[in-house]
């Protein structure tokens, strides 16, 4: 056989296998920057998404336990740190050759002026993306001291327009209104108190504003009691929620964000990036977290169904221009004022009217003003 033919031959294949592999992020990238809406799904949980919320919520203690050894985050991922490093799962590049947080900036679409919270900023890639590409403003927040210092010298070559917050994010105290855009890409899991966490960030957004959120795996489609307990490896391991769609719209939907968007990308597409291949690569042999070491036998003992069909969760949801006070938004009291869900269907024309003109004051105030009318009446 002629070598010079065989040379040709396997160039083809390697530059169609090429071609056709950046075309599969390509793909990805439409799909996850054109989000379906979600109308049609959170209206209600399955008994495992129910079970989640109790036996999955992280604790105060587990301080980001990454592993069976019980690792902290700067522990596990401190070996290999540096400015450039990347830490999400959560990019599907288009090419190999575009910017890994290219979906972030279609989604959030920020504008020069703007202010953006980033909530679990990892190394800062993304909101140092997003201000490069703008002349906007970013506050990150972590709770590692070794992810603010890159953080603080990436925003100092923008001259300072990146602010970095040391704390669990669970208990940051912004001001309300006070953000155009929020995002959390693979850290919402962390939350020891889902409601809080959303009711916080509907707070600090401005009308009109968005919330961005990236979630690696999902419960809304487990059907077996078998699947729940083996995905719980993970959540033991890693102290990490798998917040859905499904739940997250459940959640936002109550609290009044409207138009709410979402896309899933099951694990057989999004698990064969080039960027997941290098995580799945690094935790399994460089981290050695036993949970990916592990990783073959518990895919083994769960249903194939449930393990390839599970989403990676991406969801964009907006506050209104005309935030109103109704029943959805008054759910959110039980978090933030402790007060009782009241339905809307039992409030007069007036009241409803006197709670929109009352968005920003107290709740309790709202509910004096409410019960003074209907005695009018």
Known sequence: MDIVPTFQLVAVIVMALFVAYNFFHYVLLLLVTRPKDASKIGHQLNQFEELQLVEWTPQPNDFLKHDDERRTYDDVFGTYRDEQANYSTCVFPRTAFSHPYEAEHVLLKPKDGMRLLDLGCGS??????????????????????????????????????????????????????????????????????????????????????????????????????EDYLSVTAFFENWRYNFVGANLLVYKMRRLGFNPIRYRRLPFWAWGVTWNFIQHLLLWKYRLKMRTFVELERIIWRTSKVFVFGNPYNTVLATKPEAAFCSHRTLASSEVVGGVAEIDSVRLSGSVQAAASRSTHTNISAILRTASARASEQ
């Open 124 to 225: 800062g890639a993304a909101a140092e993306y997003l201000a490069r590409r703008r002349n906007i403003e970013v506050v990150c927040v972590t709770n590692s001291s070794v992810q603010a210092d890159i953080c603080q010298r990436k925003f100092a070559k923008l001259g300072g327009r990146g602010q970095v917050i040391v704390t669990d994010f669970d208990s940051l105290d912004l001001s309300s209104e006070s953000f155009d855009a929020i995002y959390a890409l693979e850290s919402i899991g962390y939350t020891k108190d889902l409601d809080a966490w959303l009711a916080r960030c509907w707070r600090m957004l401005k009308p009109g504003g968005r919330l961005l959120i990236r979630s690696p795996g999902s419960l809304d489609h487990c059907r077996r009691k």
